[in-house]
């Protein structure tokens, strides 16, 4: 089985240009999140999906940053316009619904894209 | 808040050695707690989690403890091998299956001296 898959693995970019980054969910993984990780700072939630739907967006940073995932399979990350501070990578994670367990989602992770403005 | 952060940057042991990483947490109502592994170009990956009404879990090489009164983990390794150097991450899980999500401590690098 495929793991998470992330794309591109590196982007440099100068101030003010927009980024598009992509996460490929396991198949079959309705929950699909958004981190990111900043020089010297830890692993930080950006946003969870469950399927199409924002369940929980309160990690994003401003309105420089879009998630979608049309059709509730991939998703995509697009920072409008990037800023020197949004340097970092960033990890998209994916799990499935396990009902009636609590927060029992193991998630798993991607690769990750690592991000550089210039 | 929520928080959860690691005694130590840095941890070098030889190999061969058992292994110990530890971890502090701030809320007492906090009750899913997950060990990542980061290795260089990779995202974390899942190696053990404990809930909060066990105190003890073991895995293939690995323990992991929770003191719920003094809101401690802590991950062991048996015979650290060279393979285990990494990054790893203490990590809560909070909300539920529904909308849950993690919230990541500092990270501890773990080096093998052979």
């Known amino acids: 089985e495929a793991g998470v898959t992330q794309f591109p693995s590196h982007s440099v970019i100068e101030k003010g240009q927009t980024v598009t980054l992509r996460c490929d969910p396991i198949?079959?993984?309705?929950?699909l999140y958004w981190y990111r990780r900043v020089m010297g700072k830890e692993i930080k939630f950006l946003l969870h999906?469950?399927?199409?739907?924002?369940?929980?967006e309160s990690g994003m940073p401003n309105n420089r940053f879009l998630a979608e995932r049309t059709g509730g399979t991939y998703s995509t990350l697009k920072v409008q316009p990037a800023e020197l501070e949004d340097s970092g990578v960033y990890f998209c994670?994916?799990?499935?619904?396990?009902?009636?367990?609590?927060?029992?989602?193991?998630?798993?992770f991607g690769p990750g894209t690592r991000l550089t403005v210039l | 808040g929520e928080s959860v952060g690691l005694h130590l940057p840095t941890l070098s042991v030889q190999e061969g050695d058992n292994s110990i990483i530890n971890c502090a947490y701030s809320?007492?109502?906090?009750?899913?707690f997950i060990w990542y592994k980061q290795e260089s170009g990779k995202g974390p990956q899942f190696i053990i989690d404990?809930?909060?009404?066990?105190d003890k879990r073991q895995g293939q090489r690995v323990t992991v403890l929770l003191n719920k009164t003094v809101k401690h983990l802590s991950l062991q390794i048996a015979a650290t091998q060279p393979g285990d150097s990494a990054v790893y991450f203490c990590?809560?899980?909070?909300?539920?299956?529904?909308?849950?999500?993690?919230?990541f401590g500092s990270g501890t690098r773990l080096s093998i001296r052979p």
């Open positions: 198949s079959g993984h309705d929950n």
């Open positions: 994670a994916s799990s499935q619904i396990r009902r009636g367990q609590g927060n029992s989602d193991t998630q798993y």
């Open positions: 809320n007492s109502a906090s009750d899913y």
């Open positions: 999906f469950v399927k199409e739907s924002k369940q929980d």
């Open positions: 404990i809930r909060s009404n066990m």
């Open positions: 990590a809560e899980n909070i909300g539920d299956s529904s909308a849950s999500k993690i919230i």
